[in-house]
């Protein structure tokens, strides 16, 4: 409203001053116990165990975890960089600067990715 006003298409917003609904959670957060999450990297094989794995461990987003090469990977200082994600089936640069960034690796982590890379 305020842009219509601006560009002379309304001489005053008549949403001025309206109160809006709080805000809600369309979706409510969840996250997995340790057990349930022991459970389910149990049943999967190999490459699916290491993502999730991965996901679990480290929060990245699925598009940066599609977007891993070996090259992202350094096992000896135990850190991966994400430089690159996936999106609508495209690989290319994280939408933001701060989206390239180098994530820690848990010894569980680096466990999952030796196991699957053998």
Same mark, same amino acid.
């Given at each position: ?36 999450? &022991? ?53 290319? &640069? ?25």
């Amino acid at each position: 409203m305020r842009t219509a006003v601006k560009w002379g298409h309304l001489e005053d917003n008549p949403a001025r001053n309206v109160d809006l609904p709080p805000l809600r959670t369309v979706r409510p957060k969840w996250a997995l116990t340790t057990s349930q999450a &022991a459970r389910l990297l149990s049943a999967l094989p190999a490459l699916p165990r290491t993502l999730v794995g991965l996901a679990i461990l480290t929060g990245l987003r699925r598009g940066e975890l599609f977007a891993l090469r070996w090259r992202s990977l350094d096992l000896e200082q135990r850190y991966l960089t994400v430089c690159e994600a996936v999106y609508e089936g495209q690989s290319g &640069a994280p939408k933001t600067q701060g989206g390239i960034r180098q994530v820690p690796l848990s010894d569980s982590s680096v466990s999952l990715i030796a196991e699957w890379k053998q």
